[in-house]
């Protein structure tokens, strides 16, 4: 079964991309790294992972680890799969599964 999102965003919610962590091909402890930085020195409340493709797997084992080994507090708010459409060198167009993991303190 394939499912489709679409994401509808506030304006509020699109001033937050400073909390926006986009997760690639680094090990996942640089990741989170980054996601106790963002709660810890920003104050911030929520932090959302963003990965597309490959790295979803990576974004899904940093959220776990931050969860689970280091910020007890932390729990998954919200997790929203799509389908990205991505214009490859060749002009091609291929479909790529993305996954936003939304992070909060209790």
């Known amino acids: 079964m394939v499912e489709k999102t679409t994401k509808k965003r506030t304006i509020e919610e699109k001033n937050t991309d400073e909390n926006v962590i986009y997760v690639g091909r680094k090990p996942p402890m640089s990741y989170v790294l980054a996601v106790i930085t963002q709660f810890n020195e920003n104050g911030c409340n929520g932090v959302v992972l963003k990965a597309r493709g490959k790295a979803i797997s990576t974004a899904v084992d940093t959220a776990e680890i931050v969860k689970n080994r280091f910020m007890k507090d932390v729990k998954v708010k919200e997790i929203i799969i799509a389908t990205e459409s991505v214009t490859n060198e060749e002009g091609r167009n ?10 909060s303190r209790k």
């Open 94 to 103: 291929s479909n790529v599964s993305s996954i936003e993991i939304d992070l």
